[in-house]
């Protein structure tokens, strides 16, 4: 049990220990400029003060003089304004960031990868580069021009940066840099300037292309090269979108087409029903004054039958004139129904109230038609 116990307590200690010791230094409190040194895999200068803090020279941790980046590291709770000041024209901030110096001329010594902290030459503009800083280049801790041309004696720097796949696992990924013109680069071997390479031609080394970017031993296309495609995905883009379009407004026509077809059939059994009431009606208002105006000791049979036709025969489908019966039935061509029955079936269906086929209504000149 004891033993079981006192493996926890060392854990926690040990974490405490490390929070400890990876603990910066507040505004203030000491410090030591000798701990001050370069991270391995970024190379980014390490003190023992807080990010927005450098060392002093007292041995006190002090408030950051200067930025040398527009976003400093370590200022995310700080409003724009409350950032130390960028350096103007001819002057740099250190990495120490304590205050703004004056750049350095060509051969004297500069800190790591600082291009910005050597003295700009008159003809800048055409030696400045993506690889340089206004013609200027700090390799192995000392400022260059870079101007040498093509098979004179360069100098290299080659800097391991630490790098990360997709698994997470770390790989070493070197940059290379020379004091070569423009078109050119140092040759590793020979520390000759040779001539850029082209894309497709075989490299070894980013450096090599003019692109800058040697992918499968061969130049590639540059990181911002703007990519064209060829006319048949413009073509094939087109299409599709003339194609989704098409179908879209198909389907909604399709939608719309059947809702009108639904809502005629409705609409033509509701008129069907009022027309039917209305000549209920009218054939019982015939009736009772046919049978108020027959002569007395009249027979049912023959009063029945003069309510229909105006001879003395009896009523048959082919009468054109008189009334047509109420309530006589015969199959819709377009009934409505509230199933589940496909609208094709519909004209199977019959409505509630329907019309003798080919008859007039006693009460309109016009035939009663369907619509199709």
């Not at 709770?77 to 000041?85: G, H, M, V």
């Not at 680069?185 to 894309?199: A, F, I, N, P, R």
């Not at 911002?224 to 379009?245: F, K, M, R």
């Not at 008859?359 to 016009?366: G, I, L, W």
Request: charged content about 20%; proline content about 6%; overall charge negative.
């Amino acid at each position: 049990m004891v033993l079981g116990s006192s493996r926890p307590m060392f854990l926690v200690a040990a974490l405490g220990l490390a929070a400890l010791v990876s603990a910066k230094s507040q505004f203030g409190e000491a410090c030591s400029q000798s701990n001050a040194h370069l991270d391995a895999g970024s190379f980014q200068l390490l003190t023992d003060c807080d990010p927005t803090l450098y060392c002093a020279d007292n041995s006190t941790c002090a408030y950051k003089g200067c930025r040398k980046d527009t976003y400093p590291f370590g200022y995310n709770d700080y409003l724009y304004d409350q950032l130390p000041p960028l350096c103007p024209e001819g002057q740099f901030c250190p990495d120490e960031a304590d205050q703004c110096k004056p750049q350095v001329a060509i051969g004297e010594g500069c800190q790591k990868d600082r291009d910005d902290e050597c003295q700009r030459p008159p003809n800048y503009k055409d030696l400045a580069g993506y690889l340089n800083t206004n013609g200027t280049a700090c390799l192995n801790f000392t400022c260059y021009l870079a101007d040498v041309t093509l098979g004179q004696t360069c100098v290299n720097d080659n800097t391991p940066y630490t790098a990360y796949n997709d698994e997470g696992a770390a790989y070493a990924f070197i940059v290379s840099r020379d004091n070569c013109a423009n078109g050119l680069y140092c040759d590793g071997t020979e520390l000759k300037c040779m001539k850029s390479k082209l894309v497709g031609a075989v490299c070894s080394g980013n450096k090599e292309c003019l692109s800058y970017n040697c992918d499968n031993s061969k130049c590639g296309k540059a990181a911002d090269a703007v990519v064209h495609p060829p006319s048949w995905q413009y073509v094939l883009i087109g299409l599709g979108i003339l194609i989704l379009i098409g179908g879209v407004m198909t389907g909604l026509w399709l939608m719309h087409r059947r809702s009108r077809k639904e809502n005629q059939i409705k609409l033509e059994q509701y008129y069907n029903e009022q027309i039917a009431y209305r000549q209920s009606i009218m054939s019982m208002s015939h009736a009772k004054n046919s049978l108020l105006s027959l002569p007395p000791n009249t027979s049912p049979d023959f009063a029945r039958q003069s309510l229909y036709r105006d001879n003395d025969a009896g009523w048959s489908s082919a009468t054109d004139g008189g009334l047509v019966p109420p309530n006589m039935r015969r199959d819709s061509t377009s009934g409505w129904s509230d199933s589940d029955k496909p609208t094709s079936n519909m004209a199977q269906a019959d409505s509630e109230v329907l019309l003798m086929p080919d008859q007039r209504y006693a009460d309109a000149p016009e035939s009663s038609r369907r619509f199709r």
